[in-house]
């Protein structure tokens, strides 16, 4: 339902509600079609506020009947809830409403996935259930009670009673509404405990359809090992008696941190070697840890508005960012998410949809669960842990549990923790909160010959959307300086550069040093440094920080690449000749060795044309991009057989660090190798594998090389009856279609029987994979546009919030030449012109329309 004219909702407003509520008890009498939800709630005025109206959201509710302290209302119907003439005292709210889960294709609220109940209720899904004050700080402890014939049904906190055709349970944690969940169903259980540091005895279960039975172990040992990890690095403790995860095939995002009652995209916790990749392993750990690690970081201490978000979510992902770094490798980690901030965060916050880490305003908020929020709000924590310590760190941190139990609070809450933990004055660092865009920092070095070493550092970041002007941000720059033999001279240090222009002085020098600026990519910006070749050759060969190593080799494949593409040049034998070496460094880790075979994407490099004054053409960027791939191959020729027989890992299949390091160099050696020999070794490792990332990589291989026809039917005879190998196979062909026909490769495969367009992850493996095909999506006649949007068109009725995401495949497009802007431009407001389009893809595509 559209809204006449959507409402901006702003930070600067806040207030608090007028009541504060001493308990909620909800009882479900489920019906696919009309489930009653009938509500006890006791409110008391809340001395601390001034707006005293008494409003409750709702949304797609029948109210049935309505009462306060047992005598009948009839509340006023107001846009977005109801209203009523509240008694200046306490008194009892009761409400008996009826909703459709059955009908719910929004997948918000109560809704049914195969048959099954369960309900996503962040950010503003609760009001769809029943009416309340749907905002995260009215807190209050729920007991739920749940009808109905389902074998299982679940809900927060610990159970209390429960028999035939119902069951209790009791959650004594004060919680906003958002982390309610409810889940009812026939479903198995993978049970579990885990003993507390204080010696208490949790249960643990992770819940799936029958069948999926043989799919639960590795999460449920990611989610042990999280428990653990959290006492000991953080020192917290679970706080339950039980600890329920559930897998749920119908769902918009990831997973959901409910308290006590985690529900997760089943993409996001099953896996079996047989179906899953190492990369869905890592994946599904990393979730499980993020979830698991919101009982504190999110429900313990909770936002006072959506606006916080980041207070939440930026911590909690710097946090499953450690633990992996923690059980895996540290650098390969730190490259991944560097990667992955720049595919996702860097586009979004140098386009129409920059905004800060924390926003000032919004008209949807499902929008704003952006990389900006989640990736560069832990980039902001990762800067704040380096500017105090390891220790002033910890101390913050101790304090932020201490101070702020039980609280919904704000990032001036959480700075203000770090300023009295360690005396440090935050008031400048706040502006990484508050400013949007990516800074970029210019590196000029000067040497005197007297053995004194100047870096002067410059930052400068570019207006965006409603900030034309920007202030210097602090910014900690890790620098080394390393000696023209390779040792390194001077070790890691940090410098804060807090002005427009600073200059960083190192004494004593013997000979003129080789910087290694921003180790471990120590700040989110853009590094503008003027370095040739051979520094970035001898950086590869020489520096100690394994991030600016791997980056010294990602540079000189930025730069190889752009030339190529502006200049036909051929490709840098520095480049190649550096790779040969790190190839044939056997003592540096396999994971290490395969990113470093990687090249940046299409996309990063229309980015980087469009920034240095030229017009991105994808056809040209697609053919460079190949050129380059078959450059590789042919200068390592004599090498990737070696890489790959070496790297292949004996025994049966184990998701871990080492074994799917080798399974990744192995598999990056096959897809250079496949440019060399036609198929051949793809297509054993095809016939011979027993595990999914073995299969899926040769898969790929073959198909690259235009011989996958054979392999792709017998996947599908082997995989049609699981959903999530399925998904594989539908993106797989639409990554390896030549660029001319991967619109029309995705449009036969919408065609597909198992195409369901209902189910967010297949939608996403089509589209999403539409939109990642660089010059597939941005082909000149515009096919790529016109079809995303047809499709988007028709998903809005009935997920807005799938389609809204999706809309961001869009955000880009002012970036091309005239022609494609057109296309895109035309698509775009063919979208928004639709009659009854959702909040959620009106903003969306209105921002993105605004350029
Ligand atoms: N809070 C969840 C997380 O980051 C994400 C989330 C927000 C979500 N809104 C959602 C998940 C809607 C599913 C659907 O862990
Ligand atoms: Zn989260």
Redesign the pocket.
């Known amino acids: 339902m559209r809204d006449a004219a959507p409402k901006t909702i702003y930070l600067k407003d806040y207030t608090p509600f007028g009541f504060l509520i001493d308990g909620v008890e909800l009882t479900f009498r489920l019906s696919p079609g009309a489930t009653r939800v009938l509500s006890k709630i006791r409110f008391r005025p809340n001395p601390d506020a001034t707006d005293t109206r008494f409003f409750l959201h709702g949304e797609d509710l029948t109210l049935i009947s309505a009462a306060v302290d047992g005598r009948p209302v009839t509340p006023r119907i107001v846009e977005g809830g109801i209203e009523l003439d509240a008694p200046d005292a306490p008194f009892t709210w009761e409400a008996e409403v009826e909703i459709d889960p059955k009908g719910n294709t929004a997948l918000e609220g109560l809704y049914m996935s195969n048959g099954m109940y369960c309900t996503?209720c962040?950010?503003e899904g609760f009001r769809k259930i029943t009416f309340y004050p749907d905002r995260p700080d009215v807190m209050a402890t729920f007991k739920v009670r749940i009808e109905g014939d389902e074998p299982v049904m679940l809900s927060n906190g610990n159970p209390g009673a429960s028999g035939p055709g119902f069951a209790e349970w009791h959650d004594p944690w004060p919680k906003p509404a958002y982390l309610f969940a409810l889940v009812a169903g026939d479903l198995v259980n993978h049970p579990d405990t885990f003993t507390t540091m204080s010696g208490k005895e949790v249960e643990l279960n992770i819940w799936v359809r029958p069948g999926d039975e043989g799919k639960c172990a590795f999460g449920m040992d990611a989610l042990k090992r999280s428990m653990k990890w959290d006492e000991d690095v953080y020192g917290r403790e679970y706080d339950l008696d039980i600890f329920n995860i559930v897998a749920v095939d119908d769902?918009?995002?990831?997973?959901?941190?409910n308290k006590g009652l985690n529900v997760f995209n089943s993409s996001c916790v099953l896996a079996s070697p047989e179906t899953s990749t190492d990369m869905n392993f890592e994946r599904i750990e990393a979730i499980i840890a993020?979830?698991y690690f919101?009982n504190w970081t999110g429900n313990r201490i909770t936002c006072r508005d959506w606006f916080q978000l980041c207070l939440k979510?930026g911590l909690t992902v710097f946090r499953d960012q450690q633990f992996t770094s923690d059980m895996r490798s540290a650098p390969v980690k730190r490259i991944d998410d560097v990667l992955s901030l720049r595919a996702r965060q860097f586009p979004e916050d140098n386009g129409p949809l920059s905004h800060p880490v924390r926003p000032e305003s919004f008209q949807e908020i499902?929008n704003f669960?952006t990389a900006t929020v989640y990736e560069k709000g832990a980039e902001v924590i990762g800067m704040l842990k380096r500017l105090v310590g390891d220790e002033g760190y910890a101390k913050a941190l101790d304090l932020y549990f201490d101070r702020h139990d039980g609280d919904a609070a704000t990032i001036e809450d959480w700075l203000q923790v770090f300023e009295d933990a360690t005396g440090r004055d935050l008031t400048q660092f706040k502006r990484w909160y508050a400013q949007s865009g990516t800074p970029r920092v210019t590196v000029r070095e000067a040497w005197d010959d007297k053995g004194t070493f100047t870096l002067h550092l410059s930052q400068h970041t570019k207006p965006t959307p409603g900030q034309d002007q920007k202030l210097p941000q602090v910014i900690p720059v890790a620098v080394g300086l390393l000696n023209p033999n390779g040792d390194e001279v001077v070790p890691t240090r940090m410098l804060e550069l807090t002005e427009a222009e600073q200059s960083f002085t190192f004494d004593g020098l013997s000979a003129r040093p080789i910087p290694s600026v921003l180790r471990g990519f120590s700040a989110p910006v853009i590094l503008e440094q003027e370095i040739d070749n051979d520094r970035r050759a001898f950086l590869l060969a020489h520096d100690t920080d394994p991030f600016n190593r791997w980056e010294a080799g990602r540079d000189l494949a930025r730069d190889t690449l752009i030339s190529m593409i502006r200049e036909g040049a051929a490709p840098n034998p520095a480049y190649l000749e550096g790779l040969r070496a790190v190839m044939r460094d056997d003592t540096l880790d396999a994971a290490y060795r395969a990113l470093m075979l990687g090249q940046p994407t299409q996309s990063e490099l229309a980015g980087i044309l469009f920034d240095t004054g030229t017009t991105p053409d994808p056809e040209a960027i697609h053919v460079a991009s190949e050129a380059l791939r078959d450059a590789k191959a042919q200068a390592l020729s004599d090498l990737l057989p070696g890489l790959y027989d070496k790297n292949q890992v004996d025994g049966p299949y184990s998701p871990d660090a080492d074994s799917a390091g080798k399974r990744s160099l192995a598999n990056a050696a096959l897809s250079l190798l496949t440019r060399l020999d036609g198929g051949a070794a793809a297509q054993a490792q095809y016939d011979s594998a027993d595990n999914m990332t073995l299969q899926l990589a040769a898969l790929g291989a073959l198909l690259d090389a235009g011989k996958g026809d054979a392999a792709l039917t017998a996947f599908e005879d082997q995989w049609r009856h699981d959903r999530l190998v399925m998904d594989k196979w539908f993106s797989l062909q639409i990554v390896y279609t030549k660029p001319d026909d991967v619109a029309a490769t995705t449009e036969r495969l919408t065609r597909h029987a198992d195409f369901d367009m209902k189910n967010p992850n297949r939608f996403r493996a089509v589209f999403g994979a539409l939109a990642m095909s660089h010059a597939g999506f941005h082909y000149a006649s515009g096919a790529g546009y016109d079809l995303l949007a047809d499709w988007l068109i028709r998903l809005d009725p009935l997920n807005p919030q799938t389609t809204a995401r999706m809309c961001s495949a869009f955000q880009t497009w002012t970036r091309y030449d005239d022609s494609r802007q057109a296309h895109a431009k035309a698509a775009l407001e063919r979208i928004a012109g639709q009659a009854s389009l959702s909040r959620d893809t009106t903003e969306m595509v209105s921002r993105i329309l605004k350029g």
């Not at 769902?251 to 941190?257: I, P, Q, R, V, Y």
């Open positions: 996503q962040e950010a769902f918009n995002m990831g997973a959901m941190e993020h979830e919101h979510e499902n669960y």
